[in-house]
């Protein structure tokens, strides 16, 4: 069964950094890019950025650009989403996704229940 | 960058009817990197089509999807009670990989 279980989240401070982990099992982790999405209270899905099968590849939402940065180690089937420079509109659950393709690009076809994020003063 | 645009923000319905729900790009998107999702409150998104057309893994044939270049729409052919929820489209070819806004199904 496919699974993956974030975890990481909690209550931050404006400026500060936090790491979310997507623990991954279930399936051969290294055949598949992998993405997180994130979903402010009550509200949409947010794209925030997607790695591709090896971890030489990686792309960004605008909100996050230069702020957020995603890797994987695939030996530890995982995914990381490090987190800096946090700001109140990052308060959102986080989740982690399964990308259809190695590449990256390709629908997002199992999800984890998510890591709750606040940014808080 | 792409916008895509849903419609309509709530659609209400009746079980047993047919819902058709509404995705419009601000440009051209290749159908093979258009998807829907749908999400139930307090659960995580499902993907329900990709490649704007193929029903991802056990999903009921009472869901279709089809449309090309910047139109797009998912097709519930008869509502069970189960099918109420938010749906999100979202293209997957161009960053950043947008979701619309969403369509909310609610009962009628």
């Known amino acids: 069964e496919v699974q993956m279980v974030e975890s990481g989240g909690g209550v931050i401070r404006p400026g500060g950094s936090l790491r979310l982990s997507c623990a991954a099992s279930?399936?051969?982790?290294?055949?598949?890019?992998m993405s997180w999405v994130r979903q402010a209270p009550g509200k949409g899905l947010e794209w925030v950025s997607t790695?591709?099968?090896?971890?030489?590849?990686?792309v960004y939402g605008d909100s996050v650009k230069g702020r957020f940065t995603i890797s994987r180690d695939n030996a530890k089937n995982s995914l990381f989403l490090q987190m800096n420079s946090l700001r109140a509109g990052d308060t959102a659950l986080y989740y982690c996704?399964?990308?259809?393709?190695?590449?990256?690009?390709?629908?997002?076809?199992?999800w984890g229940q998510g890591t709750l994020v606040t940014v808080s003063s | 960058e792409i916008v895509l645009t849903q419609s309509p923000g709530t659609l209400s319905l009746s079980p047993g009817e047919r819902a058709t729900l509404s995705c419009r790009a601000s440009?051209?998107?290749?159908?093979?990197?258009l998807g829907w999702y749908q999400q139930k409150p307090g659960q995580a998104p499902r993907l329900l089509i990709y490649?704007?057309?193929s029903r991802a893994t056990g999903i009921p044939d009472r869901f279709s999807g089809g449309g090309s270049g910047t139109d797009f729409t998912l097709t519930i052919s008869r509502l069970e009670p189960e099918d109420f929820a938010v749906y999100y489209c979202?293209?997957?070819?161009?960053?950043?990989?947008?979701f619309g806004q969403g369509t909310k199904l609610e009962i009628k």
């Open positions: 996704a399964r990308v259809r393709s190695n590449s990256g690009k390709g629908s997002f076809d199992y």
């Open positions: 279930g399936f051969t982790f290294d055949d598949y890019g």
């Open positions: 790695i591709n099968w090896n971890g030489d590849s990686t």
């Open positions: 440009q051209s998107v290749s159908s093979i990197y």
């Open positions: 490649g704007a057309s």
């Open positions: 979202q293209q997957y070819g161009y960053s950043p990989y947008n």
